[in-house]
């Protein structure tokens, strides 16, 4: 489904992603650990080229993201940000149908109707008409991922969703990112929550310093004989 082939990023000087290869399948819950600066985050906004890569291929279903493309494929490649990026100028229910209305997917009415389907299932069906402002930190978020999800993408790329949440929201965002999962959303998490990362990762990947280092199942990861893997592992929540 996502397949990325020697992918190189750099900002200046810097070298953020040295030769990433990595393969995504249908289905897939594919988390992303490491240590801050590793290039967690760089590597999910190369693959919706937020940052475009300086060298290397990235496929998906078999056809390679370009510049010419990649409108197109942002549609079918969702992304859910740490910081939410809702537009404060706007309702609820206005952030979450702008997008799929504008590039056609649903007409004004269907949109509106799939819209609060989904925000009665994540029990904000009566924060239709609020603003971003009257929302809580986890609120925000389960808007932001219901916002991903009328545009009807294939797999979806999450940033650290709960990073900026504070304890006691964490759960509602995680609760609603595991029905996902448990419906078969493919999806590429980068993450620290290593109870979250047990419950939903189909596979592990293990960045440090722009580079993977290690890909398994949790159980797999935390049996390596890479000490670097096992101490961050046994570091984090």
Same mark, same amino acid.
């Given at each position: 489904?996502?397949? *990325?082939?020697?992918?190189?990023?750099?900002?200046?000087?810097?070298?953020?992603?040295?030769? *990433?290869?990595? @393969?995504? %399948?249908?289905?897939? &819950? #594919?988390?992303?650990?490491?240590?801050?600066?590793?290039?967690? !985050?760089?590597?999910? &906004?190369? /693959?919706?080229?937020?940052?475009?890569?300086? !060298?290397?291929? /990235?496929?998906?279903?078999?056809?390679? /993201?370009?510049?010419?493309?990649?409108?197109?494929?942002?549609?079918?490649?969702?992304?859910?940000?740490?910081?939410?990026?809702?537009?404060?100028?706007?309702?609820?229910?206005?952030?979450? *149908?702008?997008?799929? #209305? %504008?590039?056609? $997917?649903?007409?004004?009415? @269907?949109? %509106?109707?799939?819209?609060?389907?989904?925000?009665?299932?994540?029990?904000?069906?009566?924060?239709?008409?609020?603003?971003?402002?009257?929302? !809580?930190?986890?609120?925000?978020? &389960?808007?932001?991922? =219901? &916002?991903?999800?009328? +545009?009807?993408?294939? $797999?979806?790329?999450?940033? @650290?969703?709960?990073?900026?949440?504070?304890?006691?929201?964490?759960?509602? =965002?995680?609760?609603? +990112?595991?029905?996902?999962?448990?419906?078969?959303?493919? +999806?590429?998490?980068?993450?620290?929550? #290593? !109870?979250?990362?047990?419950? #939903?990762?189909?596979?592990? =990947?293990? +960045?440090?310093?722009?580079? /993977?280092?290690?890909?398994?199942?949790?159980?797999?990861? $935390?049996?390596? @004989?890479?000490?670097?893997?096992?101490?961050?592992?046994?570091?984090?929540?």
């Amino acid at each position: 489904m996502l397949k *990325i082939e020697k992918v190189n990023k750099n900002f200046g000087k810097l070298k953020i992603l040295k030769d *990433i290869n990595l @393969e995504v %399948k249908k289905g897939d &819950r #594919v988390v992303i650990i490491g240590p801050s600066g590793s290039g967690k !985050s760089t590597l999910l &906004r190369c /693959i919706n080229y937020l940052n475009k890569p300086d !060298s290397g291929k /990235i496929y998906f279903n078999d056809e390679i /993201i370009n510049d010419k493309n990649i409108a197109i494929y942002r549609q079918k490649i969702g992304m859910v940000f740490q910081s939410f990026n809702l537009f404060n100028n706007l309702n609820v229910i206005e952030n979450i *149908i702008l997008a799929p #209305v %504008k590039l056609g $997917i649903y007409s004004f009415d @269907e949109a %509106k109707k799939k819209a609060i389907e989904y925000l009665k299932r994540i029990d904000l069906a009566d924060k239709v008409s609020v603003y971003p402002s009257s929302l !809580s930190g986890g609120q925000k978020q &389960r808007v932001a991922i =219901v &916002r991903t999800l009328m +545009m009807k993408p294939e $797999i979806i790329l999450f940033d @650290e969703p709960t990073s900026a949440l504070d304890p006691e929201m964490v759960k509602e =965002v995680q609760e609603l +990112m595991i029905e996902l999962a448990n419906e078969g959303m493919t +999806m590429v998490i980068v993450t620290h929550e #290593v !109870s979250f990362v047990k419950r #939903v990762a189909t596979k592990i =990947v293990f +960045m440090d310093e722009g580079k /993977i280092i290690l890909e398994g199942t949790y159980d797999e990861m $935390i049996n390596s @004989e890479n000490e670097s893997v096992k101490l961050f592992l046994s570091n984090i929540k």
